[in-house]
């Protein structure tokens, strides 16, 4: 969709759910932030377009947490009328960071933090670039590559299972898992979509359960037993926090991880220049990195709901009404980068907010700031004269996530 004043009426209602939109956001982003960048969309909610004023709300106590848990749980209500549930789902969600608010949010994310800590990330570099170099070497006598499928998915849900001290042949489930559970982050989603979920829950939840008890048993040196050990003010996590955080980490872990792969490649595809420039300067990876990410944010928006009555430019919200960030949007916004919609690999002024910002700053952000420059210096070094091996591209279905299906290449050694 091509948005400009002489096509777009005043009548225009944005529907993030519209296949032209979720294929190219950034048109529409730019309309809006420029023309009415607290737009009230389809379905009544507000969304917010700007840097400025994303990263307010984002740091503004007065707004809180979309109350995701309790829309599973009303749906699970209707269900259940029909003889289906969504148990599984709601059981397992309840203690999501991301669902959380203070002061239940203060005391899980003291603790998680902590056990994250202990893991001694630095020190899985080698780990990380050891997996790396292993994908790639799989498909270097082949001339081609899907870089989602064979990369971008592969490489988080290896990760992700050696620091839960998860066997290794079992990474695929948790590739599988995170495409199934993402979809609880859509407030929309259906019942028969919910439905699906709860079974991938159901799934997961009883393979954590055993290893959590394990772990309880006899604590070894990966994350889960860092969760089952960790204390802190005489403060433990429970089972069920142990499983929910667990599952949080498998979602969100896997899929952003792998959109970001897949997307920061994509652009350096698109600008060949860029792509050169960081072959032939590998030190500029670091700022690279942080370009690429603000440059096709993988997380395209998160929700919050006012606490209160807000007046924001021209706009009030109140209680209860769904306020939607454009996390992409505001790192494309003119007012805070020069020339945004440029792929610039050397920019050094970048405070993108591409892992959100205040107190839901992505726990996993380290992580990925170390798995991501790992896996794209690799690709970029390994496989010289990578183009496209097709024009079309497809997205997956997700409300929050902007997360290629496929991203096919051809390469010549």
């Not at 109350?67 to 209707?78: D, G, L």
């Not at 698109?270 to 590998?282: F, S, V």
């Amino acid at each position: 969709m091509v948005l400009s004043p002489q096509n777009t009426s005043q009548l225009f209602k944005l529907n993030p759910y519209e296949a032209q939109f979720k294929a190219n956001p950034y048109p529409t982003y730019h309309y809006l932030r420029s023309h009415d960048p607290i737009h009230q969309g389809l379905f009544g909610d507000w969304n917010l377009t700007s840097y400025a004023d994303v990263k307010a709300v984002l740091q503004d106590p007065r707004f809180i947490e979309i109350p995701i848990t309790q829309i599973i749980r009303n749906k699970n209500q209707r269900l259940k009328e029909k003889g289906k549930n969504l148990d599984a789902l709601v059981e397992s969600s309840t203690q999501w960071l991301f669902f959380l608010d203070p002061p239940e949010h203060t005391r899980m994310r003291m603790l998680v933090s902590k056990a994250f800590k202990a893991q001694n990330l630095p020190q899985k570099h080698s780990q990380i670039q050891e997996i790396v170099d292993e994908l790639v070497s799989r498909v270097k006598h082949q001339e081609h590559l899907d870089v989602i499928s064979d990369f971008a998915e592969t490489l988080p849900s290896r990760v992700i299972a050696q620091m839960l001290g998860l066997p290794d042949e079992d990474s695929h489930l948790i590739c599988k898992w995170s495409k199934g559970l993402f979809h609880i982050f859509d407030p929309l989603a259906s019942l028969n979509l919910c439905v699906n979920i709860d079974q991938v829950a159901h799934e997961c939840a009883e393979y954590f359960h055993s290893y959590i008890a394990q772990r309880r048993q006899k604590p070894e040196s990966d994350l889960i037993s860092a969760l089952v050990i960790v204390e802190k003010d005489g403060e433990k996590l429970s089972d069920q926090e142990i499983l929910s955080t667990c599952m949080m980490i498998v979602t969100a872990g896997m899929a952003t991880t792998a959109a970001i792969i897949g997307n920061s490649m994509l652009a350096l595809l698109h600008h060949p220049k860029q792509l050169e420039l960081l072959r032939n300067n590998p030190e500029i990876l670091p700022t690279a990195t942080e370009e690429l990410m603000r440059y096709d944010s993988p997380t395209q928006l998160v929700a919050r709901i006012p606490t209160e009555t807000v007046e924001m430019r021209d706009k009030t919200m109140k209680p209860g009404d769904n306020i939607i960030l454009y996390i992409g949007a505001a790192n494309r916004d003119p007012a805070k980068f020069t020339n945004p919609d440029q792929l610039d690999l050397r920019r050094t002024e970048n405070p993108h907010i591409a892992f959100a910002v205040g107190i839901h700053l992505c726990v996993g952000a380290a992580l990925a700031r170390m798995e991501v420059p790992i896996a794209i210096n690799t690709l970029v070094q390994q496989l010289p004269d990578m183009r496209l091996a097709t024009d079309k591209l497809e997205y997956h279905d997700y409300l929050v996530l902007r997360y290629l299906n496929s991203l096919s290449v051809n390469f010549e050694l």
